[in-house]
């Protein structure tokens, strides 16, 4: 089929499909216009007029796709140009982030996949070769790492790594005893090695031996071990606190502002102006890359206000300040029996307290003790 094309000739309509004819010109169709008559002829015929009295309006079929993309070639190519680039960025890394508690794991794990080619900026490597690079870390360094797995997410390669924990080999001790390390009631005790010295509700002091490790019979040692076990004990504690009366809170209004955030080098800054007084940020990581970082911000406005404490409520903050710090110097299986507030002392603008805790935790530790020279042929036996 040939080649159609759209042409307006410059003649006066009424001679034009005449003057066509005379041309052995074959017209298909004709759209009617005021500006002029549209004419649908054979592409081919085009060379029989005179260019200077028409106007091509389109080409059809073939030639007229072709002029179609002629025409809007520059937005064909920066189509076609957005697309590589599309998938030329969908496969370059821009970030490593390992993910590790121990700063020595990660920055050991950053310089193998360094060393490996597995940097920022880099082409994404296929899994065949990701599974080759990840063996041959595991086999230069297997006292340290267990396993790590590469997750590609985005434009970023995750690496979660595992330590590996060797356990040492405990060194038997020939001769312990268990002793308080404080002054307490004993509440209960479990022996796992040894002989007990005490029973429940014995008040011992600090240093006294709970559970010994010189087995005896008859008043008589036959043998030493390395005496172990867990003894809970009733300790006292007295805790000092004092509460301001007046003191200033943080009220949370309704008005909230998003934001960008662009950190660098430990310095956040905003993109977008702050229309807030005072606020709070929550911030959510988006991209990081070297010592930038780019967050997504929620601005959180508050207003101070000044408040006081009734006596009541003064005193409920000072017993809520007081287990706070007990609780600081306790281990976390302990736990307070009772509280007891001593002294309580007012003055103009604060309220001082003492306060006085029962408190329930493990009192026992175990120590190495020599067996005496006269003794020394008396050997250890474990199952005395």
């Excluded at 979660?160 to 040492?168: A, K, P, S, W, Y």
């Excluded at 038997?172 to 090695?193: G, H, M, P, T």
Aim: charged residues 30%; negative net charge.
């Amino acid at each position: 089929m040939n080649d159609k094309i759209k042409i307006k000739i410059f003649e006066d309509a009424h001679y034009t499909i005449k003057y066509l004819y005379r041309k052995h010109l074959n017209v298909y169709n004709v759209e009617y216009s005021k500006s002029g008559n549209i004419y649908t002829i054979d592409a081919g015929a085009l060379d029989k007029l005179n260019p200077e009295s028409i106007e091509i309006i389109s080409y059809m079929g073939v030639k007229g796709f072709l002029f179609k993309i002629k025409r809007h070639r520059h937005f064909i190519i920066s189509i076609i140009l957005s697309i590589i680039l599309m998938l030329l960025l969908s496969n370059i890394v821009v970030d490593i982030d390992v993910i590790h508690s121990d700063k020595e794991i990660r920055t050991l794990l950053e310089d193998e996949l360094q060393s490996n080619g597995i940097h920022p900026f880099m082409i994404k490597k296929s899994f065949n070769r990701l599974q080759e690079i990840k063996e041959k870390i595991k086999d230069r360094h297997p006292d340290k790492i267990e396993w790590f797995e590469i997750e590609s997410v985005g434009m970023k390669y995750i690496v979660r790594v595992e330590e590996r924990i060797i356990t040492e080999e405990k060194e038997e001790k020939s001769y312990c005893d268990v002793i308080s390390n404080k002054d307490a009631i004993v509440l209960s005790l479990q022996v796992s090695s040894g002989q007990n010295k005490v029973t429940e509700n014995d008040y011992v002091k600090k240093g006294s031996t709970l559970i010994s490790g010189s087995v005896t019979f008859n008043e008589e040692n036959k043998a030493y071990k390395c005496a172990d076990g867990v003894v809970w004990g009733n300790t006292w504690y007295t805790v000092s606190v004092s509460v301001p009366l007046k003191h200033k809170t943080k009220i949370y209004t309704k008005n909230t502002q998003k934001n960008i955030g662009i950190e660098i080098e430990s310095k956040l800054y905003e993109i977008f102006r702050v229309h807030l007084d005072k606020y709070d940020t929550d911030k959510k990581k988006i991209f990081s890359f070297g010592n930038f970082t780019l967050y997504s911000e929620t601005l959180k406005e508050y207003k101070t206000v000044e408040k006081e404490y009734t006596e009541n409520e003064a005193i409920d903050e000072a017993l809520k300040l007081g287990r706070e710090k007990l609780y600081l110097n306790l281990d976390k299986d302990a736990s307070i029996l009772s509280e007891k507030v001593l002294q309580t002392n007012r003055y103009d603008s604060i309220i001082e307290m003492d306060i006085f805790y029962s408190v329930k935790e493990i009192i026992s530790e175990q120590v190495e003790r020599e067996i005496p020279k006269e003794e020394e042929g008396v050997k250890s036996d474990e199952s005395t």
